[in-house]
């Protein structure tokens, strides 16, 4: 490294905290974020990368010549983006290959390596074709389950008009729970109305099947995996907020069955 390493294993470790953030909050495992910023900092020339995660924060440390930065960054949860993920291992492992295949001062690889970040492919698909689609897969379910074409046509409205209601919630940074309450009434409320007006030949399904958005797969799994691969702690913060999603669901049910005096769904 120049005369100037300290300002240098700045930049590193910035760096090296940006890939570990962005991993976090897009729905990475709490071991390909170790890893892969374990990876970006020793392929920029640092002697060690330590990081430490935590629910809603990752703490990360860089030691280059037997000196150490140390840095703490608090995460956002954002919605899961995997076309991200696999952008940001690109990097990394385009990073690597320059160090293997090239010679390239460390400066001019930490400038490239930022210029990729920088250019990130964060785009997602428009609100309302991703709610067509979440509607038609809750459609799907209701129809597979043995429902009528009614009551699948009554199922893809109350998905897609539930999913929209998430999407416009979450876009405004409303508390997570708050958001699966008000997403799980709104399907439930208009599944429902398959009981009121007798539509279709089981409303129960038309009601189970609106709420099937709101399954936290994604999450669940991820805290199954941290805690079996060592992240316990993390492991466990997320099983806790995929169940308080799940309970959250549960609210917003009972309360749209309690609104309408449905008393016998289900049985």
Not at 100 to 118: G, Q, Y
């Amino acid at each position: 490294m120049t005369s100037n390493s300290y300002v240098q294993q700045q930049r590193i470790t910035r760096l090296c905290v940006r890939c570990g953030l962005l991993l976090m909050q897009y729905g990475a495992e709490s071991a390909v974020v170790v890893d892969l910023t374990k990876r970006l900092g020793l392929a920029l020339g640092m002697n060690s990368v330590e990081c430490s995660l935590n629910f809603n924060a990752i703490t990360l440390t860089t030691i280059c010549d037997e000196r150490c930065i140390t840095t703490t960054r608090d995460t956002i949860n954002q919605s899961i983006n995997v076309n991200l993920l696999v952008q940001i291992q690109q990097i990394v492992n385009k990073t690597e290959d320059t160090v293997d295949e090239s010679p390239i001062s460390r400066e001019k690889l930490t400038d490239f390596t930022t210029s990729a970040f920088d250019e990130l492919d964060k785009t997602v698909y428009p609100p309302l074709l991703v709610a067509v689609f979440v509607g038609t897969s809750c459609a799907a379910f209701a129809h597979l389950n043995g429902g009528s074409w009614s009551i699948t046509a009554v199922t893809f409205i109350a998905g897609l008009v539930a999913m929209l209601t998430r999407i416009y919630l979450s876009k405004h940074h409303f508390n997570p729970f708050i958001t699966a309450i008000v997403t799980a009434f709104i399907a439930s409320l208009i599944g429902a109305t398959t009981y009121y007006f007798d539509i279709g030949n089981n409303a129960d399904i038309a009601v189970a099947s609106s709420v099937l958005l709101l399954i936290p797969s994604f999450p669940l799994i991820n805290s199954l995996s941290d805690i079996l691969k060592g992240y316990v702690n993390i492991g466990v913060g997320r099983a806790v907020f995929t169940y308080m999603l799940t309970f959250s669901a549960c609210v917003g049910i009972v309360m749209a069955l309690v609104l309408l005096r449905i008393q016998h769904w289900g049985f």
